[in-house]
Structure formats: C-alpha cells, structure tokens
C-alpha cells in the first residue's frame, strides 16, 4: 500500500545534540511538508518542497534544516540551535493543489 | 494574511447527540477548504474538502460542511455521533497563490461520552 513513512516514532534528544527524523513517501508525490504540531497550537509549517533540490522556508523555520536528494525522501534536522524541540512533527506530501496526505509522525522529547 | 479560526477547543457530546465543530477563515481570494480527523498519536486525516462547486461536501462516515462565503465559514456537522468519532479536528485553508500549503486552525477536540 502507498503511504507516507515516518521514524522513528519516538526520539529523544540531548543537550547541543542534532537529530534527524526520517519522512519517505511512495505515492510518486512532488510535494512534500514539514509540520510541529504543539498542544492548542494547531499545525505549524516549518519547510516544504515542491520539487528535487529545492525547499523553502515556511513559518517556524528558525533551528531546523532539510534536504530533498530524491523525490521519496524528506528527512528533517532538528538543530541544537532549537531551544524548545520538544513536539510532535508530522511530514505530508502532495500532488501539487491537491489535498495533504500525512504520516503518523515523531514525537520528540528532551532528555 | 489569511488565516482560520476554530471557535471551540473542545467540545462534549453525548453519544447519538448531533454536533457541529464550528470554522472561519479570512481570505481576499478564491478559497479551498478542508476537514482534517487525528486520533492520538496518529497523523492526520483528510475527512472532506471543498475545491468548487457544490457548497455541501460530504464524508462517507456522516459527517458534511457547508461552505458559505457570505459569512466566511466552514462548518463541520454530523447528524448522530458515535463514540468512535471522538479525536480532533483541524479545519484548513489552503494559502492563496501556493500550490499547496496549508494554513491550519488550531484544532477542536470532539469528546463523545455514553
């Protein structure tokens, strides 16, 4: 079945430590989300992309880095410049102007 | 800018009792409009959309939302709830002049007790 990988599931992060968590997709999409979702707070974009090789920024960019080497993969760093990491990320792909498929995310926590 | 707002954080109902989860939004353009579902620890599900066309836009487990630009909303209602249906619910607005971003209210978790 197509669908939206991600891992791991749980993560926990140290002091000045990076951590990437993982987002593969199989549904031959173009574009593909990055989201941290905070209680009450909704969904929050952090980068997109809508193509191989290119990203952009989206609203809470600010500590976290990505990459997009090949179609199916999205992978997400969670830099230590990122005072509060503490969330639950959930990757999404699309075809472009059609509606959002997700994963079922990866809960991040500070040790 | 565009943005959405979800009236209620939560909201309780009894199982059968119908319910409507209530949704905003603010746009100078042409609008596509969604319902997401997320149970815990789960991702998001896409529930019903509104591209064009038809201002009622159905789900297959019940649930529908009209689209109504004079008052700007989107709400989402169902009939008879089940215990099932308990999770949260996120309205979305797709940003104008993306080409696919989403721009999401802040969720309504929808509690359905026997």
Request: proline residues 4%.
């Amino acid at each position: 079945d197509g669908g939206i990988t991600q891992s791991p599931k749980y993560l926990f992060r140290k002091e000045g430590q990076n951590v990437t968590l993982s987002c593969e997709q199989n549904l031959n999409h173009d574009a593909m989300y990055w989201y941290r979702q905070d209680p009450g707070q909704g969904l929050r974009l952090i980068y997109y992309s809508q193509i191989v090789n290119d990203f952009q920024k989206g609203d809470i960019a600010e500590g976290y880095s990505v990459s997009r080497e090949k179609k199916e993969s999205f992978p997400l760093t969670v830099t230590s410049a990122q005072k509060n990491p503490t969330a639950f990320y959930l990757c999404a792909s699309s075809i472009t102007y059609w509606p959002q498929h997700f994963g079922d995310g990866t809960r991040l926590s500070i040790l | 800018a565009q943005s959405v707002t979800q009236l209620d954080s939560q909201v309780p109902v009894f199982e059968e009792a119908p319910v409507e989860l209530r949704c905003n939004y603010s746009s100078s353009v042409s609008v596509y409009l969604f319902w997401y579902v997320q149970y815990p620890n789960q991702g998001l599900q896409l529930l019903l959309k509104y591209l064009s066309g038809s201002t009622l836009v159905e789900s297959i487990n019940g649930f529908e939302a009209e689209f109504n630009k004079s008052q700007t909303s989107f709400h989402l209602r169902k009939p008879s709830v089940h215990i099932s249906d308990t999770a949260e619910y996120f309205c979305a607005v797709r940003k104008g002049g993306s080409q696919g971003n989403l721009i999401f209210g802040k969720g309504t978790k929808l509690s359905v007790k026997p």
